[in-house]
Every structure is written in structure tokens, then in C-alpha cells.
């Protein structure tokens, strides 16, 4: 798989996934070029705005850093910055002369906590090197996404959820030196001598939304420039919804920009160098995802990733909804009812699915599902359950699973399944619960831990075993259970108690499961590989089937 990530008017640079190497493809044909060794794995290139040098973060599987190579790959790639565990969203200024990016140390993810550093490089040498570093902004309880230069480089635009949600915050340094004043010949030691302390930082947005995104991969963005340095484009995430925003510097307030099409949600923006037309990858409820180029008022369709031949009138329609748990906490959620359901109508209630995401710091957002459709065209209501923990409804929501997965979770997806049945939206005697992965994990604890509220289990590769997960998983997410269960060995208790397939209190309650399933109309039926942790779900649970 290969992704292409940095592009000049020759040609592009990608990074390969399954050999690590990054690769030169020039416009004019013949075979792409690899410019990086066949060692590790190379991520994120940048390329200079002199097009010499190509910026990127390598990682051995051990040691993360920032390293430099030759845009040709003639040269040896060399060490740029290291020190810490992780690097992301490198980016240069446009005179080349300065570098920001990301950074930051187990046993944090870069959602909980991470920090964004400017560096002066020095341009002396045969290659770049890194003179000086400073911070501008983040910490261990702040968490920062994608730093981006403005076209003219006077500011540097990014994400912080500082206040509490992912804001928009432009920072302007004097010591900028600018694209006129880098040309023009100016002594830069004076430049930076005499004006280093002078910084603004401006925030642009200021609503209960989010306009970041948990950073689970490199080449993930928000927000673009326009070509005249004048305005920021940032997407607006607002309960499961986005919008594309257009926040002007001179203090005017931010429009919505219009794109034609029944479109919820946006990925990718980037904006022409040369003028306001934009580029996106845009979605609906019913609208697989497209990739539009926008000009003014015109939507034009550059690709589609769907054949759409079914009519959207026969699909269902996605909606945002919240509702009350036991304790009086709000979770939310994106629900999708069967076409021409309309609830309260008298006749038999339908069948539900409980649906659950990944991560577990993730998001369902009101866009285009093909799995939410399959069910939902064949009578079923679905409701994907965005539980506490969940990302899109700001720090304070995203964070209360700390210590907490495998409860909040659960207590989320149960108090949807009882919301359903409550508001008459579905047959409570007939909902199932769904997920894969961290979904698929909360699926099977949902069925020990509440047994007869679900009819019905999916778990798609999920997790069962929580000392298994800490000790096999990679690099990135080696202590992200440090945050949601404890550190090792401490809360080795917590681990036991969590994992479905050890977790002794699920034995012991299953004289009680077992008399429930042996109830005319009981019988339970397991298929999985892992046969014991299925003998205790079967144990513990009134389930009609659990597949993996």
C-alpha cells in the first residue's frame, strides 16, 4: 500500500507501507525511485520549498526521530531531531530556514498530551542542521495537531485543546523571516537577535466544537491556508457532524463555505497556492465518500469511491442523538432508522444492533457506512454509541475513560440498548451489540457484564485478554493501557478483572446465566476460536449467538 504525500510540479514522494522506503515518482514517467534505504519505516516527507531536501520521520520500531535526506536520494539519510519517543506533522517554513512539528513521550498518547516545537536550522553546512529549538505550544495535559506556515510565513497556524475542545490558534513570531525578507538578503542572526521576544498568539475559534482529531496516524489534517495568507480553513466537528470554516486574521467572523451536495462530513481539505479553490473529501449519511474540488459556487466531482448505484431514498438516514445513563450522564450517538420507519406509528417494533467503535478513542460520525446500511435496508435499527470516552465532544468527555474501559463503555452501550426500548424506537427483546477491535472487546464485556440485555453479541477481532494486549501490541500504543486501566504491575488486578477471557467473576456468575439459557426459547450457541473464553460468555450471558 502506498500513500503519496508530498507533491512538486516534477513529480511526487510517497511513503511505501510495506517496504518503509520512501520513493520519487517523476511526472514525466519511467519507474518510481526509492530515496531512502530499506531500513525501518519512513512516514510523513516534506519536501523543502527549494525542493533540495525532503524532511520525514523514520521509526525503527524502537527509536522514533526526524531525518533529512537529499530529495534525489543521492546521500545518506541523516538524523535531523531525536530525543523523544514519537515525531509527527512535520512542516517547513516557506524560507526554508525553519522547521515545526510535533512531539511527545510514553506513556502519553498524543491526544492526552503532546507539545509543538519551532526550530532555527542552520544552512551553513553541506545539509540542514537544527541550531535551536523552542516550544510554542501543548504539554502533558494539552494536546496540539497539525502545525501548518501560512503561505507568506508570518504565522503558524494549529489545533490546542487547552480551553477544553480543539481550538484554532495562530501564532506570529517577528523573528519570522518572511519569503520577502529572506530574499531581499536581510542578516538573519540580526533579524532573530533583535525581535525573538516578540510573539502573538491568537485563538479563531471559540465554540463547543472540536476542529482536531485524535492523531492515530501521520498525514492527518484539519485546517489549510488560503493562497493569500489571509484566512485559515478548518473543519468544524460538531456532535458527528463537520462543516468547512473559513477564519479570516483581520478579526472578521468565520463563514461556513458552501459545497454544493448532501454532504455531513469532510477529510483532507487543502487549498490551491494559487487561488481559493478547494480540494476535499466530503461524505453524507447516504453519500459515499467523493472527492470534490470546490470553486466558488461550484462543486465539482473529481472521483467517487462507490459505484452509487443504490438511490439514497432507499438508504437511512443518519442522526445525532443523546441521552440520559443512570446518574444523569449524557452520551451520545448517531442513529440510523430502518427506510420508512417512522417510530410511534402502531405494528411491531423492529430489531436493533448496539453498534461500537474503536480505539477506544475514536468517533461514529454522521457519514456514509456500508455495514450501518446493509442492516438498516434490512429492517434493523442501528445505533452507533459514541460512550464516554469517545472523541468529537471535547478533553473533559474524551478523557473519563481513564481507568475506566470495560465500564463506561459497557454502561454506555447498555443504557442505549434501554433507551431504545424505551422510546419505542426498537424491540427491547430483540437488540444485539456489534463492534470490532476495542468495539469488539466492549462487546463481550457487555455480554458478561450485563447479561439479558442483549440478544445477540458480534465481536470482530476484539480484544479478550487485556495482559495479552499490553505485552504483543506495538510501539504507539505500549502504554495506552497505562490511561484506560492502569500501569503494570500495579493495576494488574484491574487487567484480570477487565479481561473477558480471565475474569473469575463471570465464572461465578453463571449458575444464574446458565438456568436463564435453559428457559424455553434459551439455547445459546457460541462460535469462536478461543474456546474457553466462549464457555464463560455462554456462562454468564442469555445470548442467542457470539461470533468472532
Known amino acids: 500500500m502506498a500513500a503519496v504525500i508530498s507533491v512538486w510540479r516534477g513529480g511526487s514522494l510517497f511513503a511505501d507501507a510495506a517496504s518503509g522506503r520512501i520513493f520519487r515518482q517523476e511526472l514525466s514517467g519511467g519507474t518510481a525511485r526509492p530515496i531512502t534505504p530499506a531500513f525501518g519505516h519512513a512516514a510523513a516527507p516534506a519536501l523543502s520549498p527549494d525542493g533540495r531536501w525532503?524532511?520525514?520521520?523514520?521509526?525503527?520500531?524502537?527509536?522514533?526521530?526526524?531525518?533529512?535526506?537529499?530529495a534525489h536520494g543521492k546521500q545518506w539519510p541523516q538524523r535531523l531531531i531525536g530525543g523523544h519517543d514519537f515525531y509527527m506533522q512535520p512542516t517547513w517554513h516557506p524560507n526554508g530556514q525553519q522547521i515545526a512539528f510535533v512531539a511527545w513521550n510514553h506513556p502519553q498518547m498524543p491526544w492526552d498530551g503532546s507539545t509543538l516545537y519551532l526550530a532555527d536550522l542552520d544552512l551553513s553546512g553541506s545539509a540542514p542542521q537544527v541550531r535551536e529549538q523552542r516550544v510554542i505550544a501543548g504539554a502533558a495535559d494539552v494536546a496540539v495537531f497539525q502545525p501548518t506556515f501560512s503561505p507568506d510565513g508570518r504565522y503558524l497556524a494549529f489545533v490546542s485543546d487547552t480551553s477544553g475542545w480543539g481550538q484554532l490558534y495562530v501564532w506570529e513570531h517577528s523573528g519570522f523571516k518572511t519569503q520577502d525578507s529572506a530574499s531581499a538578503g536581510q542578516d538573519s542572526d540580526l533579524v532573530e537577535a533583535t525581535t525573538r521576544d516578540h510573539t502573538t498568539m491568537r485563538q479563531l475559534s471559540d465554540v463547543a466544537a472540536e476542529h482536531g482529531e485524535p492523531a492515530w496516524a501521520q498525514g492527518m489534517r484539519t485546517l489549510a491556508w488560503s493562497h493569500d495568507s489571509r484566512a485559515v480553513y478548518v473543519l468544524r466537528n460538531e456532535r458527528g457532524s463537520a462543516g468547512l470554516y473559513r477564519h479570516p486574521l483581520d478579526g472578521a467572523a468565520p463563514t461556513c463555505v458552501s459545497i454544493n451536495g448532501d454532504y455531513s462530513w469532510f477529510e483532507q481539505p487543502t487549498i490551491s497556492p494559487q487561488d481559493s479553490t478547494i480540494a476535499v473529501i466530503a461524505a453524507g449519511g447516504t453519500q459515499p465518500l467523493r472527492l470534490l474540488l470546490v470553486r466558488g459556487e461550484t462543486t465539482q466531482i473529481i472521483r467517487r469511491t462507490n459505484a452509487e448505484s443504490v438511490a439514497p431514498s432507499t438508504l437511512g438516514q443518519m442522526q445525532a442523538i443523546s441521552w440520559e445513563a443512570p446518574g444523569g450522564v449524557v452520551v451520545h450517538g448517531i442513529l440510523t432508522l430502518p427506510p420508512g420507519h417512522i417510530p410511534g406509528n402502531g405494528g411491531a417494533l423492529p430489531p436493533a444492533i448496539v453498534r461500537v467503535h474503536g480505539g477506544p478513542t475514536g468517533q461514529s460520525v454522521v457519514s456514509y457506512s456500508a455495514v450501518t446500511q446493509f442492516f438498516v435496508t434490512r429492517g434493523y435499527v442501528v445505533l452507533d454509541v459514541n460512550y464516554r470516552g469517545s472523541s468529537g465532544y471535547g478533553r473533559e468527555y474524551m478523557l473519563a475513560l481513564r481507568g475506566n474501559w470495560g465500564r463506561f463503555d459497557v454502561e454506555d452501550c447498555v443504557s442505549a440498548a434501554r433507551f431504545l426500548g424505551a422510546q419505542g424506537l426498537a424491540d427491547a427483546q430483540r437488540i444485539a451489540i456489534?463492534?470490532?477491535?476495542?468495539?469488539?472487546?466492549?462487546?463481550?464485556?457487555?455480554?458478561?457484564?450485563?447479561?439479558?440485555?442483549?440478544?445477540?453479541?458480534?465481536?470482530?477481532?476484539?480484544?479478550?485478554?487485556?495482559?495479552?494486549?499490553?505485552?504483543?501490541?506495538?510501539?504507539?500504543?505500549?502504554?495506552?493501557?497505562?490511561?484506560?486501566?492502569?500501569?503494570?504491575?500495579?493495576?494488574?488486578?484491574i487487567y484480570r478483572e477487565r479481561s473477558p477471557d480471565l475474569s473469575r467473576r463471570v465464572v461465578a456468575r453463571s449458575d444464574r446465566g446458565v438456568s436463564r439459557c435453559r428457559r424455553p426459547g434459551g439455547t445459546t450457541?457460541?462460535?469462536?476460536?478461543d474456546r474457553r473464553l466462549a464457555q464463560n460468555v455462554r456462562r454468564a450471558t442469555r445470548v442467542s449467538h457470539l461470533c468472532r
Open 54 to 70: 525532503l524532511l520525514y520521520i523514520h521509526s525503527d520500531g524502537s527509536n522514533d526521530v526526524i531525518a533529512l535526506v537529499d
Open 434 to 493: 456489534m463492534g470490532g477491535s476495542a468495539g469488539g472487546y466492549t462487546v463481550l464485556e457487555a455480554l458478561c457484564r450485563a447479561p439479558g440485555v442483549f440478544r445477540a453479541g458480534l465481536c470482530l477481532y476484539g480484544v479478550s485478554n487485556m495482559f495479552t494486549l499490553a505485552a504483543d501490541t506495538h510501539k504507539f500504543e505500549a502504554h495506552y493501557l497505562d490511561s484506560l486501566l492502569g500501569p503494570l504491575p500495579e493495576a494488574a488486578h
Open 525 to 529: 450457541s457460541a462460535v469462536r476460536y
